[in-house]
């Protein structure tokens, strides 16, 4: 340790003790272990671990009353934490963790200290015990908390600190069953909230044929999921089992047999996808084929694709068919919606990026007017835009790339 260069009285029986025990220590280190039979190096170390709990025991001893004095003011620190971070190159969060940990000891877990102190309790057992006393509910009194921190003591002689903070989660369940069930419900539930809310989900196209993914999901949801996969990668069925391997050929599986007719509607059309190839593509020509989305895949996977439920294809002859059904409907048909979704690849307005599945489809000339509903005279505009288009204030210019664009009326 440092010295911060002030004279120190040593005539404290703590400073002293100190000093001794810093020599011995010395003393010791330097003394040879080649000699010592197994039996005397099993009973030394045990022997060490009580002192370094008796050390840690009084370490919390000085820490909180150095805490309480305010000892680091004389030396201008902003906190008995800083100063000693700085002295000892600990690193901040450490030493402000064993303050604050020093303080609840000596304050509101003098039992835990003389456990310590003892040599019984390792000092990780001794955080466990504090921590799981002082997150019980505000309105659990000092006999509860009492009994909650005598059962984690004697928990501690048969447990190491991992389980006991798990045992301490669940500590009320032992000395306070009726409190404990309220408190894991109220837990529970504010979880549940908090992991619903929580969810996400993001994929990254690598421009080479994957695409990478992460997702957050409630447990829950994540073992259904995790069970459909683990059914699908069954070593039985695939041989993969629950290899990452597997359970990624599993997922693929799943996606694609996923029931769409179980999907919500977007854009006018069940969520699909669709394949779009050429005749001779479905014949076994070897000419590639596009989804809906702009990703292009090979006919062999097309082919495939185009066997699979959930899975559109859109086969074109020579010449692309335009489907209409003029004025027999106002609005456009499903195949007409998937249809649109194959040309014009989402919102036809110059800037905007929306997909298909987040568009609606809009007559170019309007229905008021005599306009047919056809894919011809037809377009997707998103939701904003197609709004737009019949807002009286402002004006839809169509360009020669079949894109349009908007500007108010003056």
Same mark, same amino acid.
């Given at each position: ?31 040879? +272990? ?5 039996? @005397? #190096?099993?009973? &030394?170390? /045990?022997?060490?671990?009580?002192? *370094?709990?008796?050390? !840690? ?113 669940? +500590? ?5 069953? @009726? #409190?404990?069930? &309220?408190? /894991?419900?109220?837990?529970?539930? *504010?979880?549940?909230? !908090? ?216």
């Amino acid at each position: 340790m440092t010295s911060t260069g002030q004279h120190v009285d040593r005539g404290h029986p703590i400073s002293v003790g100190l000093e001794h025990l810093k020599t011995r220590l010395a003393l010791l280190a330097q003394a040879p +272990v080649w000699s010592m039979h197994d039996a @005397e #190096v099993r009973q &030394a170390v /045990l022997d060490l671990t009580e002192v *370094a709990s008796q050390v !840690a025991a009084l370490e919390i001893t000085l820490l909180a009353h150095a805490q309480r004095t305010g000892a680091a003011d004389e030396v201008g620190a902003t906190s008995v934490a800083a100063w000693w971070a700085h002295e000892t190159r600990t690193t901040a969060v450490e030493a402000h963790r064993r303050v604050k940990h020093a303080v609840a000891v000596e304050d509101r877990h003098a039992e835990v200290g003389a456990a310590l102190s003892g040599g019984g309790l390792r000092p990780d057992q001794a955080r466990a015990v504090v921590d799981a006393v002082d997150a019980l509910p505000a309105d659990v009194g000092p006999q509860i908390r009492d009994q909650a921190r005598e059962h984690l003591l004697a928990q501690a002689a048969h447990h190491d600190a991992k389980a006991l903070r798990i045992l301490g989660k669940r +500590v009320l369940d032992v000395v306070a069953p @009726e #409190v404990g069930e &309220a408190q /894991l419900a109220n837990e529970l539930a *504010a979880e549940e909230r !908090a992991a619903q809310a929580g969810r996400r989900f993001t994929m990254v196209d690598d421009g080479h044929g994957k695409t990478y993914g992460r997702f957050t999901l409630p447990t829950y949801e994540a073992d259904m999921l995790r069970t459909a996969l683990q059914a699908l990668a069954s070593p039985r069925r695939d041989g993969g089992g629950a290899s990452p391997e597997g359970m990624g050929r599993a997922f693929g599986e799943y996606v694609q047999r996923f029931p769409t007719d179980r999907l919500p509607d977007a854009g006018g059309v069940c969520a699909t996808v669709v394949v779009t190839m050429d005749i001779a593509t479905l014949m076994g020509d070897l000419k590639a084929a596009s989804l809906d989305t702009g990703t292009i895949i090979s006919p062999g996977l097309a082919r495939q694709l185009a066997c699979k439920a959930g899975v559109i294809p859109v086969v074109l002859g020579g010449a692309s068919q335009v489907l209409d059904i003029g004025r027999k409907r106002r609005f456009h048909t499903t195949t007409q919606h998937i249809a649109l979704a194959t040309r014009d690849q989402g919102c036809t307005t110059i800037g905007c990026t929306r997909p298909p599945a987040w568009c609606e489809a809009h007559h170019d000339t309007p229905w008021s007017r005599g306009g047919g509903t056809s894919v011809e005279d037809g377009r997707l505009l998103c939701s904003r835009d197609h709004h737009l288009a019949h807002h009286p204030a402002y004006a839809m210019t169509q360009h020669p790339s079949r894109k349009v664009s908007f500007t108010r009326r003056e």
